[in-house]
């Protein structure tokens, strides 16, 4: 993938930046580092400007958080409780009441959490659907993701044009701080689960 990455930059320059920084917010598993820290060295070798290769990838960033907040609208909350009253609340055994929870949770700290969410890899992307369930204001929303977007995109695509051909070297860097990230995701949601459950069947216990 990160050779195909780097031809499509090489043909398509800025274009190709705004498109993939797109496809990437959309379908997290395409490396945006690879995307960020090449730009940032094509701007060494090329007519490439940098201050623009910030300016295509960070609206790549937005259009595609875009796309994924307007399908997290469309699952909204009203559509998860229907979802939640069938036989998938049943046999995850939750109530329409967690929905709104979740929904509280977000209002009251869904600015922040866009914006934090921007620095982490995979939940930088996905983050943008939770908003949109929430339905968080659209301004709000592109004002939290475009500020996180920007300070991504242009810490990486600098480094890159400071790094030089040794892109990649910084590149590894960063593959493990993804892995560390990765694995510390899966234990917080194990985790969360796990507390989830066990308070709920507490209060199960308390009724009967």
Known sequence: MQDLIITIMNQFGYLGVFLLIT????FPPIPSEVILLFGGFMTTYTKLNIIIMIIAATLGSIFGAIILYYIGKIFNKERLKKIISGKIGKVLRLKNSDIDKADEWFDKKGQKTVF???FIPIVRSLISIPAGMS???????????????LIWNTVLIIIGSIVGANWVSILTILDTYSNIVLVLLIVAFVAFVYLFYRSKMKKNKRKI
């Open 23 to 26: 496809l990437e917010n959309v």
């Open 135 to 149: 339905e968080m204001p659209l301004v709000k929303f592109l004002i939290y993701t475009t500020l996180g977007s």
């Open 116 to 118: 934090i969410c921007r």
